[in-house]
């Protein structure tokens, strides 16, 4: 089975790599899927990000990364995906995911989301926490991987020069 694990990934997080770990196991092979959202303005363009996810996950042999414009759905059956992977932290993610779930059930019956518990270290680490914390000069070693922390690093020291 072929899982879509789609999200904004603003940056890649501990605890993403942890869900695409995870799902490693139990599919056959997990697309990663950045969204080109053109009503956020993100911190790390596309092609960033998906250099990041393609650094993060050079250990997985059945990952993929890739982007994606317009519903999930639609490019989860462009790419033959059974499954739309996402990962629950806390119960506030319940709220919003159940209601994606439903939604996306009702644009195709086809595509099947699976939740995945978010491990106990990352059940409250998101994107925006991270970035928050980097643009305030604090340590993000812990939360994301190695090379994205210096980005975030290296992204807060050009725009304090600026
Ligand atoms: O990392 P995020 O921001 O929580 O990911 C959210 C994402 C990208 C999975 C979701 O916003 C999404 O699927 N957007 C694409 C548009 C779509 O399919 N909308 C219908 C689902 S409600």
């Known amino acids: 089975m072929k899982a879509i694990y789609p999200g904004s990934f603003d940056p890649i997080t501990l605890g993403h790599l942890d869900i695409i770990e995870r799902g490693c196991r139990l599919f056959e092979q997990v697309i990663v899927a950045v969204l080109k959202n ?6 790390f ?12 996950t050079q250990h997985l042999p059945n990952v993929e990364v890739d982007s994606f414009e317009g519903l999930t759905v639609n490019y989860a059956q462009m790419i033959q995906a059974q499954v739309l992977l ?10 919003v995911e159940l209601q994606m779930a439903h939604t996306n059930n009702t644009l195709s019956r086809e595509i099947e ?11 409250f680490l998101s994107s ?14 812990h939360l994301v ?4 922390a210096i980005e975030l690093y290296r992204c807060h020291a050009k725009n304090h020069l600026e």
């Open 45 to 56: 363009s596309v092609q960033e990000r998906l250099e990041q996810i393609r650094q993060s």
């Open 128 to 141: 925006s926490q991270v970035k928050e914390i980097a643009r305030f000069g604090g340590c993000v070693d």
């Open 38 to 43: 053109p009503h956020k303005t993100p911190l």
């Open 86 to 95: 996402r990962g629950l932290r806390a119960l506030s993610d319940f709220e």
């Open 145 to 148: 991987p190695q090379h994205v």
């Open 113 to 123: 989301t699976v939740f995945l518990a978010t491990s106990n270290e990352y059940s």
